[in-house]
């Protein structure tokens, strides 16, 4: 009778425990035919209970299926889990740490590279949204996935570029140096990272380090225009007008008909006070785009600079028919800033400063028509 009842205990468990694995081949059914919240059900059932909470397949099918919900881009599915991609991500280990043999089928089945795809659509949403955090954390795992043994596949830097490039966009300096970093030490991506590791030091007010990294970066790649722009950016930001001449300088070798750079070199010249070379290179500048209006405005800022600093001089004269003559001939320097400062308001009717030199030009020019012309711009403006 003893043995009776055991053959028939031994038959009852039989029959629970394949119960749960018939919850498993459920969850697998709904999984194909999209029913994921009834897979979820019959998933968790399984999990909780002790003849399949053991089972490797119950967390494989588990990853499974957070993928699949997450995939399928309804809002009521992909948030069945919290941080739902992580969830598959930690089931799949979790399948595999209980049976190393299902790795093989992991990696038959793809599904750590379809993961790492789910990351990457994941964090390139975020990103177009604006939540540069949560885009830096899903290109991150991406990298994690694409690490691991069970990917098919290798790292793609590029991911690793992303990820920095999101820490930046979140203000997240440390991190985005760190990821940037990633990317020279395996001498992918040229000189951009270089560059934002830069501004992310900048970002920090780590001034040193920033013109460490990007000399670093120069001397990686001495001839990339880019990394050659960001240095005269730099060195014109430090006021240090000998380096930002030598990078600029540098950079008119490699792109000549650039005329930003001729602008850059003209300002330069204008932060010297040496305002005839100042001049001579916006002109340049002008000559290979002529309607443009930071140009046409420095020349007749130039002017205006050249003809006070002759009135501040002839201001010093006692002899007053001498004073008159040294007068009339700053009103004619500043006579020349006319022409320019009329293309900078064609280039830019919007800009207040080139109304208002127009404006007094005019008055100590005692052109009056004029003057009031451009007296009633600048109010209504």
């Known amino acids: 009778m003893k043995k009776i009842t055991l053959l028939v205990l031994a038959v009852i468990i039989s029959a629970a425990a394949?119960?749960?694995?018939?919850?498993?081949?459920?969850?697998?059914?709904?999984?194909?035919?999209?029913?994921?919240?009834?897979?979820?059900?019959?998933?968790?059932?399984?999990?909780?209970?002790?003849?399949?909470?053991?089972?490797?397949?119950t967390y494989?099918?588990?990853?499974?299926?957070?993928?699949?919900?997450?995939?399928?881009?309804?809002?009521?599915f992909m948030e069945l889990y919290p941080d739902i991609l992580m969830e598959a991500y930690n089931n799949f280990e979790k399948a595999a740490q209980i049976d190393p043999k299902l790795k093989s089928v992991i990696i038959r089945e793809n599904a750590y590279a379809l993961l790492g795809n789910s990351f990457l659509n994941d964090a390139i949403s975020k990103f177009t949204e604006k939540n540069f955090k949560g885009a830096m954390q899903s290109f991150e795992r991406n990298v994690q996935v694409a690490a691991s043994d069970l990917y098919v596949g290798m790292v793609d830097t590029l991911v690793i570029f992303n990820a920095g490039l999101a820490a930046y966009n979140a203000e997240m300096y440390p991190e985005a140096i760190t990821h940037f970093r990633t990317c020279t030490q395996s001498g992918t991506e040229d000189t951009k990272p270089y560059i934002f590791m830069s501004d992310s030091y900048l970002k920090m007010k780590d001034t040193v380090q920033a013109e460490a990294v990007l000399m670093e970066g120069y001397k990686a790649y001495p001839d990339t225009l880019d990394i050659i722009l960001q240095a005269t950016q730099f060195y014109l930001d430090a006021d240090n007008s000998d380096k930002a001449f030598e990078f600029v300088h540098r950079a008119m070798?490699?792109?000549?008909?650039?005329?930003?750079?001729?602008?850059?070199?003209?300002?330069?010249?204008?932060?010297?006070e040496d305002f005839p070379k100042a001049i001579e290179s916006l002109n340049a500048s002008l000559a290979k785009n002529p309607t443009q209006f930071e140009s046409n405005y420095n020349i007749g800022l130039c002017y205006v600079s050249t003809a006070n600093g002759m009135l501040n001089e002839a201001n010093m004269i006692a002899d007053n028919k001498q004073y008159e003559a040294?007068?009339?001939?700053?009103?004619?320097?500043?006579?020349?800033?006319?022409?320019?400062f009329l293309e900078a308001e064609k280039a830019n009717p919007a800009s207040l400063a080139t109304l208002e030199f127009l404006r007094e030009i005019y008055l100590k020019l005692k052109m009056m028509p004029e003057f009031e012309a451009y007296k009633a711009k600048v109010e209504n403006l």
């Open 253 to 272: 070798e490699m792109d000549p008909e650039n005329y930003v750079l001729y602008l850059v070199e003209g300002s330069l010249y204008m932060k010297l």
């Open 326 to 340: 040294a007068k009339d001939k700053a009103y004619e320097e500043m006579k020349k800033a006319l022409p320019f």
């Open 18 to 57: 394949m119960a749960q694995k018939g919850k498993i081949t459920a969850a697998e059914t709904f999984i194909r035919e999209g029913a994921y919240d009834k897979a979820k059900e019959a998933i968790e059932t399984a999990i909780t209970h002790p003849k399949s909470m053991g089972l490797a397949k």
């Open 60 to 76: 494989y099918v588990k990853g499974k299926l957070c993928q699949a919900a997450f995939d399928s881009g309804d809002p009521k």
